[in-house]
């Protein structure tokens, strides 16, 4: 342990006092200390990932793929990125020399857009409730963030954002999340048309994460990048498609003249990923690309078992077409400080959950709900909280009737 | 390819206009292009990565170690660090739990202390010539970069800091990098205690960039937190000592409070470094911790190759303590721009090196010549140097003499 200089314990950056420490992570830990809890919380696949990547990794090490990759990535992956958009995500097709870079998770791709192109004290739109990291790390770089509603469709709309930027008309970007965290909702086609054709008649500059394309349910995920290459970075990655969370592999892709300024980012940051695990993703692009589909068809078979659950214990929820989470309203009848009735369902169901207001504006009263663990888990925590449900209920009625 | 939209074309961060592209890099493609050049441009081991690292990468592969990690890196592997910078470096005893973090190589650990520990328009001392990484992420970050010139013998001294201070009294930070890359300068034990002395009675915070703390010659490497931890922050890391570049782990320690805005900043910009290269480098500190002397005893007799067919060939270079570089300048009878010089030297001698210039303030009429490369190839190009400077002092002499 070592004592800092009392004259330099305040020597940092001003901007990281007004950013609340991630609030996810910290609901987790304080969760973890209840004995025999079901958790629920963390955005993360419990899946193996694909044996091929595995074998991809270990080869790359055997063969001492240890020394520097160019610095936005191997061209094979970069390669293989182009191609996934393109026949995947319907998006264009990015040229892998000079509009895609390998980033360390979609984390630090977020973090590379937003601070390699957007200045200090500029305004960025961000629909809530989502990801509570775009704000964090937006309000770390200096940049304004406005929070627009969404609640309770939870689809940022055409109309919505005509509407922001009439209210905002000096807002310079706009962050989008679809599939959503922590909504689950995702767009069909004629919504995102709808949207991007209202982006375009607009300078903004669209920063879309779309980590969740591959789990989408009942239909296929369109990126916006089909629409609106010309003004939108698009943020993939292989954490929640392959399971490879742990391996952080992502990628930016963009039109070469933003790229250029991303890229300068990205190699000031981390110099470059990882050869080996960049091997591993290269393998999941490819001979793994099908891989996604298996989990899906799982995922899906929970998100039914979780929402027939709550519905049973009183929660309201919109069925999520896409993504692993459930954004559920507290019933009436249980508290709805969300933060308050997470730690109680916590110590009395046995169930860890989100509050919904680290979600941002919108997420009050509500939780989320992460189907990214076991059936047999899952299975166990509704009954738990059924019968936490029932219970509360009783009691209410009971002393309502005295 | 994708067309940006005009208007926003200019849509980034104008503080990534001042600062000039990866400069290293730049001149390395550019020298790449040359028939049969032995290229000693980069500062990167030729070693392979030792067996026991490789292994305990694959067997957390194999033990799907493919979830997020804690966001500082896993508890092990900062204990190990820990251990490693108290008995190795001559460190205090950081605190795993709170003092340290693990990052994606020393880049990562930079940029991670730049931008959580300064805010914009504080001023920040950088010795030259030094790595250019240090004064372009400084930059971007909004920083007031002042370079002190520390030829011509690089050592960045207790009396050149207290004229710096005079000189910038507003200055907040102090960037050290010893063994300095590209000098391979280092302090030896009184040297360092009369710095840390003047810095102790100053508040001005030290960024110590100590990755080639394991390649140093003739002594042993003791750190700056030795003397004042409680100003310190100390970055290092495996991609020298155990020539793990590609597998990009890094590390920070620091005094708890300083480390808490580090933290936030990593986790902010990463989530968290990938466990298995985290599982290789655990492996590296522990049973591997003593691999690297075997290279350093072979770095030590390039080191010496490389002085002795420089001098014979008529450059002078202060005799290198450490790190894998030589410093060299240019003999008067060469052409004495060192950028278009190393172009010449590549061109004609078929050796590729690095311009002094970019190093910064100091560099100019010198060249970086890298011995991180084989035995066998750094024979051939002395060669090819003194032959090319022996012809060329003949022309010069033939030339005088008409």
Known sequence: MVQVKESLSKQYNQLFEIVPPAAIRAVDIKLSAVPDIIKLTLGEPDFAVPDVVKEAVKKAVDDND??????????????????????????????????????????????????????????ILVPTPTFCFYQAEALRLG?????????????????????????????????LNFPGNPTGVTYDEEELKELATAIKKTDVLVISDEIYAELTYGQTHKSITNYIPEQTILIGGLSK????????????????????????AHSGVVTTAPGPMMAGALAALTVARDAP??????????RDIVLAGLQEAG???????????????????LPQDDEAFVYELGEKAKV??????????????????SYATSTEKLEEAMKRVIAYAKAAKEATELSTAE
Chains 1, 2 share one sequence.
């Open 66 to 123: 240890s020394h520097y990759a160019p610095s936005q990535g191997t061209l094979a992956l970069r390669q293989a990125i182009s191609d996934y958009v393109h026949e995947r995500l319907s998006g264009p097709v990015y040229d892998p020399e000079s509009e895609i870079s390998v980033t360390i998770g979609a984390s630090e791709a977020i973090y590379d857009s937003l601070s390699a192109l957007f200045n200090r004290g500029e305004t």
């Open 143 to 175: 940049l304004k963030v406005v929070e627009i509603n969404t609640a309770p469709s939870y689809l940022f709309t055409a109309e919505m954002f005509e509407k922001a930027i009439q209210e905002h008309p000096e807002a310079k970007g706009l962050v």
């Open 241 to 264: 498609s392959h399971a490879m969370t742990g391996y952080r592999v992502g990628f930016i892709a963009g039109p070469k003249a933003l790229m250029k300024m991303v890229g300068l």
């Open 293 to 302: 589909k298996e989990m899906r068809d799982i995922y899906q078979k929970r």
């Open 315 to 333: 929660f309201t929820a919109p069925t999520p077409k896409g993504a692993f989470y459930i954004f559920a309203k507290i019933p009436d009848f």
């Open 352 to 369: 860890g959950t989100i509050p919904g207001s680290v979600f941002g504006t919108g997420g009050e009263g509500h939780i989320r709900i």
